[in-house]
């Protein structure tokens, strides 16, 4: 084995490894499992795995920091789309941005020198135009994926807080015809949905965060709103704005709202379940019936091979 070959297998294993690393991060275990480790662990592990992790993550981005700097924009960022979209994702850090233009210069740049090394210690001759053509589209592969991961991301938190929003909402309005009020509403229904949505209950204990600085409620619902991208929580938010200037009833306006979030989730479960034949059709194509096909007519052919064939031709 020469040395080209020794080191096209060590890229094609980092590389392996690396997606498989982010599957398992991506795909890791239950939260109701990480939930309950982390209540039987106690707080000396908890705050030493922390630090740990802080300090892995703080060495990374020490690394990875010349590397944003090639396709991180000059200026006029922070104020972007992106910026809002990293929000909506749930990365609130200043690392977030280096790390995520680190993993597009990264990306682009080593799905290309795979191509290369393979090019270069395979036999077989492609043509040049075959070739550039291949660099550049693995380059825009590699350039483009972190956005995939980071619109799934957000896909996936935008449901789980549209999932668990109606059942916030019911637990508001009671809080509220209980007696208290909507500050205080918010921070209690904070601390009672986080066994079931730790993303909602983390953005619900921001906007009481931001009501004990000193923040006005229009503010920090709107900035709510801003940060989970989700078109419910912006009706929401209005639909506050409008009871507290208008001087009208929040337990009214609140049960009507649940409501109907309530008929919206029902409506799309419904959706999404009138969409499943239509899903099963081509696996049911493509993957079952040529099974069930070669299973019921194979021993059939067979026999026709055998016996029915050499009996036409007569021998």
């Not at 290369?116 to 550049?136: E, R």
Request: proline share 4%; with cysteine; glycine share 6%.
């Amino acid at each position: 084995m020469t040395t080209l070959q020794i080191i096209y297998l060590a890229v094609v294993f980092l590389a392996v490894f690396l997606v498989a690393m982010v599957i398992l991060w991506q795909l890791g275990p239950h939260p109701l499992r990480q939930r309950l480790e982390q209540i039987s662990s106690t707080g000396t592990s908890a705050s030493d795995s922390n630090s740990s992790t802080a300090e892995w993550i703080q060495h990374v981005i020490k690394l990875s920091s010349p590397l944003a700097k090639l396709s991180l924009p000059a200026e006029g960022w922070e104020n972007s789309a992106l910026r809002i979209r990293f929000m909506n994702a749930g990365y609130r850090t200043s690392s977030t941005p280096v790390l995520f233009f680190a993993a597009k210069t990264i990306l682009a740049m080593v799905f290309p020198g795979v191509l290369i090394l393979y090019g270069g210690i395979s036999s077989s001759t492609v043509n040049q135009n075959v070739f550039l053509f291949l660099l550049i589209l693995l380059a825009a592969i590699g350039y483009f994926l972190p956005n995939a991961v980071l619109a799934r991301k957000i896909a996936y938190r935008k449901r789980e807080i549209f999932e668990s929003f109606p059942d916030a909402i019911d637990l508001m309005t009671v809080c509220v015809e209980a007696g208290l009020g909507l500050d205080a509403a918010i921070g209690r229904v904070g601390d009672e949905m986080r066994m079931k949505s730790p993303i909602l209950a983390d953005e619900l204990h921001l906007v009481n965060l931001e009501l004990r600085a000193g923040s006005t409620r229009a503010r920090a619902l709107r900035n709510l709103a801003l940060r989970t991208g989700v078109e419910e929580v912006d009706n929401l938010v209005a639909m506050l704005i409008q009871a507290d200037r208008f001087g009208t009833s929040v337990a009214d306006s609140l049960r009507v709202h649940s409501d109907s979030l309530r008929t919206k989730r029902r409506l799309r479960a419904e959706e999404k379940a009138a969409k499943i034949p239509v899903k099963l059709l081509f696996p049911l194509i493509f993957c079952i019936f040529p099974s069930m096909l070669l299973v019921l007519l194979g021993p059939a052919f067979i026999s026709i091979y055998r016996v029915l064939l050499p009996t036409l031709s007569g021998q």
